[in-house]
């Protein structure tokens, strides 16, 4: 069944070591484009997660939060960062000698400015990390695709609705194609008629001229597109595989079928039914926007 690009997905994973949060959003795109955020300690592992994003969903904007937290017992180090701290000193030194203040610039106050002492949990190990990060990374995909397979099949039973719809409409033109030719015959044949003196009617004539006209005004292809075009739609909203681009193209397809039998049929309830049909195409054509 086809798939929503919009949802949501979070999961949890309790590690060992680490305990994982993932969070996960899905827009609208064209492409399947996955950004994430990630804390330092596991900014090694963004392609990885990029592709076991990348394997689930393959349309849409993909947004991913990683948060890490180590447990209790894993190792911290200390970060002292030197530079910052003579940058302090340096600039103390020149304001306590400018402005003539008494005292001492000493570790205490160094180690207090803000950014020169740090603590951060020692360099995590990359695959005891990735085992917490796939196992929440794992849930939270799960629940995407749940809630965008859940939107899609809404999705799904409003357009087949439209298809069905789409389906009569053009069988009525159909059914009323031969009319148009019907009615051609009738008014060429009271116009000669008002024009011709009484039996200059050359029935010949008239047959071939009518014949012209149900050629040009033949919409029989046409319909036979459409119907193919319909059908394909319905078999794409069947599948499991991205075919939201497949769709859309399947519907400028039809739309440019319609437009065809609209400029051949010179009849005001075709012309009335094939607006109907476009009016039905455009909803279709947006809703398909959001299919993967």
């Given at each position: 069944?086809?798939r929503?690009?919009?949802?949501?997905g979070?999961?949890?994973?309790?590690?060992p070591?680490?305990?994982?949060?993932?969070e996960?959003?899905s827009?609208?795109?064209?492409?399947?484009?996955?950004?994430?955020?990630?804390?330092?300690?596991?900014?090694?592992?963004?392609?990885?997660?990029?592709?076991?994003?990348?394997?689930?969903?393959?349309?849409?904007?993909?947004?991913?939060?990683?948060?890490?937290?180590?447990?209790?017992?894993?190792?911290?180090?200390?970060?002292?960062?030197k530079?910052?701290?003579?940058?302090?000193?340096?600039?103390?030194?020149?304001?306590?000698?400018?402005?003539?203040?008494?005292?001492n610039?000493?570790?205490?106050?160094?180690?207090?400015l803000?950014?020169?002492?740090?603590?951060?949990?020692?360099?995590?190990?990359?695959?005891?990390?990735?085992?917490?990060?796939?196992?929440?990374?794992?849930?939270?995909?799960g629940?995407?695709?749940?809630?965008?397979?859940?939107?899609?099949?809404v999705?799904?039973?409003?357009?087949?609705?439209?298809?069905?719809?789409?389906?009569?409409?053009?069988?009525?033109?159909?059914?009323?194609?031969?009319?148009?030719?019907?009615?051609?015959?009738?008014?060429?044949d009271?116009?000669?008629?008002?024009?011709?003196?009484?039996?200059?009617?050359?029935?010949t004539?008239?047959?071939?001229?009518?014949?012209?006209?149900?050629?040009?005004?033949?919409?029989?292809?046409?319909?036979?597109r459409?119907?193919?075009?319909?059908?394909?739609?319905?078999?794409?909203?069947?599948?499991?595989?991205?075919?939201?681009?497949?769709?859309?193209?399947?519907?400028?397809?039809?739309?440019?079928?319609?437009?065809?039998?609209?400029?051949?049929?010179?009849?005001?309830?075709?012309?009335?039914?094939?607006?109907?049909?476009?009016?039905?195409?455009?909803?279709?054509?947006?809703?398909?926007?959001?299919?993967?």
């Open positions: 069944m086809a929503s690009m919009t949802g949501y979070k999961g949890d994973w309790p590690g070591a680490y305990s994982v949060a993932v996960i959003r827009v609208n795109h064209r492409y399947c484009e996955v950004s994430t955020r990630t804390p330092r300690a596991a900014a090694p592992l963004e392609d990885r997660i990029r592709r076991a994003v990348q394997e689930r969903v393959k349309r849409g904007r993909i947004d991913v939060f990683v948060d890490v937290r180590a447990n209790e017992g894993v190792a911290k180090q200390v970060i002292v960062d530079h910052l701290a003579l940058a302090y000193y340096s600039a103390l030194r020149d304001m306590q000698d400018e402005l003539g203040l008494p005292g610039v000493d570790v205490a106050m160094l180690a207090g803000p950014g020169v002492v740090s603590e951060e949990e020692s360099r995590a190990d990359e695959e005891l990390l990735w085992q917490s990060i796939e196992g929440a990374l794992s849930a939270a995909l629940r995407l695709v749940e809630m965008r397979e859940r939107e899609g099949k999705l799904a039973e409003d357009i087949l609705a439209r298809l069905n719809r789409i389906e009569r409409l053009v069988s009525d033109i159909q059914a009323r194609a031969p009319l148009m030719v019907e009615q051609y015959r009738q008014k060429l009271s116009r000669i008629r008002e024009i011709l003196p009484a039996g200059a009617l050359d029935e004539r008239l047959a071939m001229e009518v014949a012209l006209y149900a050629d040009r005004a033949d919409i029989s292809e046409e319909i036979v459409v119907g193919s075009h319909l059908e394909q739609l319905r078999c794409a909203l069947a599948s499991d595989e991205a075919v939201g681009r497949r769709m859309d193209f399947l519907i400028q397809e039809i739309n440019r079928e319609i437009n065809t039998i609209g400029s051949k049929a010179a009849d005001v309830e075709v012309s009335g039914m094939v607006v109907r049909v476009k009016s039905e195409l455009e909803t279709i054509r947006e809703q398909v926007q959001n299919i993967e």
